[in-house]
């Protein structure tokens, strides 16, 4: 009995490892990449759109290796520090909850891309690093660029630029134009009514 | 008359870069990419309302007539041969690729677009095919907007052009530039327009998913559209900066 105890609690630490590795920031990219390809390769083609099993392998492979909180900052900008933290809280998991469904729209073209990690490069003196790959396959490669931040102890992304195109950002300028509009209340009723769409 | 106006584009681009700003081509280091933007980003849309209505006529012209057009074209007409008419164009538009690179200064670069347009018009049938990309003559990137942005000309303020959508001052300089360089404009005007409405239908109907995932994922669609927009110029204009 004990041994069971014993064996199930070793691998739920394991299990909880995992995803966060003593590994660097190029080797999570690296990693997650590969499984999101697979995983999505394992699809059967054709399944488009909002998919719940789409959505099921960015919760089990992306979820884990990003900072939501840290993302919903970024995307607040200055109007975070406005927001109560029970609000903080209702903008990170609505906001998620959107990005989620936005990737897994997005993800399904990987069916036949590969990605290719070409550099890591060091974010200015506060410790976050740029994951530089590129997804090569038809026609001419796009680049994809990961944002990391080790501030939690383990290395998370932060931002995804696609072709230079940061969809955070984008998500800022709306934020801040929601804010001037109908404060941080308005934020948090978009974000709700289009994910209720 | 005809030899007159091959070189309005160049004159044009000559003056604006003399008259309208300062040139900057010779300051080589560019600044790092901002990855975070701590600071908010400054966004010029003093147009604001007028473009705000021009961005919802545009919907409503793409509800009732780009969005049936494209159906139509995407459903009658076979993905080969769609994929055909999308090199011819893309044939057309690596003359433009090579132009604006040679005038940043890219020799390399206009070499590529140009030995690009050399080997599809010939071995691939008048741009039909895109050998030169399995031959391993990647396609180039860019337009006079580019260019002028590489001159050290800025943005300007954001605007939004009935039907043809999102741009800045710049950029539409830039299209104009594009406009009075291209053959088509000096067709019959019959032949001409039926030419640049299937690229029109073409070139929509490929960014479909684009488009697609923004209705889907943004809160405020004209910010959210005028911030990816106006994020990719940049992007292009730095990578352009840096030689790629």
Redesign the interface.
């Known amino acids: 009995m004990r041994n069971t105890i014993a064996f199930l609690l070793l691998s739920l630490f394991v299990g909880a490892a995992a995803p966060a590795y003593a590994a660097g920031p190029e080797d999570l990219v690296k990693s997650m990449a590969s499984e999101v390809t697979a995983s999505v390769r394992s699809l059967p083609p054709g399944s488009n759109g909002v998919n719940p099993k789409l959505t099921a392998i960015i919760e089990r492979d992306l979820v884990p290796r990003f900072d939501f909180t840290r993302i919903s900052q970024?995307a607040m900008?200055?109007n975070w520090m406005k927001a109560s933290q029970a609000e903080q809280r209702q903008i990170t998991s609505e906001f998620s909850h959107?990005l989620i469904?936005?990737y897994s729209?997005?993800i399904n073209n990987l069916r036949d891309l590969d990605v290719v990690v070409r550099s890591t490069r060091s974010?200015?003196s506060d410790g976050?690093v740029?994951v530089r790959t590129q997804m090569v396959g038809r026609?001419?490669?796009s680049s994809i660029?990961y944002?990391l931040s080790n501030a939690t102890g383990s290395w998370k992304v932060y931002?995804v630029?696609v072709?230079?195109?940061?969809?955070v950002?984008?998500?800022?300028?709306?934020?801040?134009?929601?804010v001037s509009s109908d404060g941080v209340a308005g934020v948090i009723a978009?974000?709700k009514k289009?994910n209720a769409k | 008359m005809r030899l007159r106006v091959k070189y309005l584009p160049l004159a044009l681009l000559v003056s604006f870069a003399l008259l309208g700003a300062p040139v900057q081509a010779a300051k080589k280091p560019a600044p790092?990419?901002v990855?975070?933007?701590?600071p908010?980003?400054e966004?010029l849309d003093p147009f604001e309302p007028f473009n705000r209505g021009v961005f919802m006529f545009n919907e409503a012209f793409d509800a009732v007539i780009t969005t049936p057009v494209k159906f139509l074209y995407t459903n009658l007409l076979p993905e080969p041969l769609r994929r055909g008419i999308g090199n011819v164009i893309g044939n057309l538009d690596d003359v433009y690729i090579g132009v604006n690179h040679g005038l940043q200064g890219q020799g390399n670069l206009a070499g590529n677009d140009f030995g690009r347009v050399l080997i599809n018009t010939t071995l691939g049938l008048g741009g039909l095919f895109d050998v030169a990309?399995d031959m391993g003559l990647?396609?180039g990137?860019g337009d006079y907007g580019v260019t002028l942005g590489v001159w050290g000309v800025g943005p300007g303020p954001y605007l939004v052009l009935p039907v043809l959508g999102v741009s800045t001052v710049r950029d539409t300089v830039g299209r104009g530039l594009r406009i009075a360089s291209d053959p088509r404009t000096y067709l019959e005007p019959i032949t001409g327009y039926s030419l640049s409405g299937a690229e029109y239908v073409h070139v929509r109907s490929s960014n479909s998913s684009t488009e697609?995932?923004i209705s889907?994922?943004?809160?405020?669609k004209y910010?959210?559209t005028?911030?990816?927009f106006l994020?990719?110029r940049?992007?292009?204009i730095?990578?352009a900066k840096q030689g790629n």
């Open positions: 970024i900008g200055r959107l469904r936005t729209n997005a974010n200015g976050d740029t026609g001419s490669p660029d944002s931002d630029q072709e230079g195109i940061s969809l950002a984008a998500y800022r300028d709306e934020f801040t134009g929601l978009a974000l289009k | 790092a990419p990855t975070q933007a701590e908010e980003p966004i990309s990647a396609k990137k697609d995932l889907s994922s943004s809160l405020d910010r959210f005028r911030s990816l994020q990719r940049d992007a292009l730095s990578a």
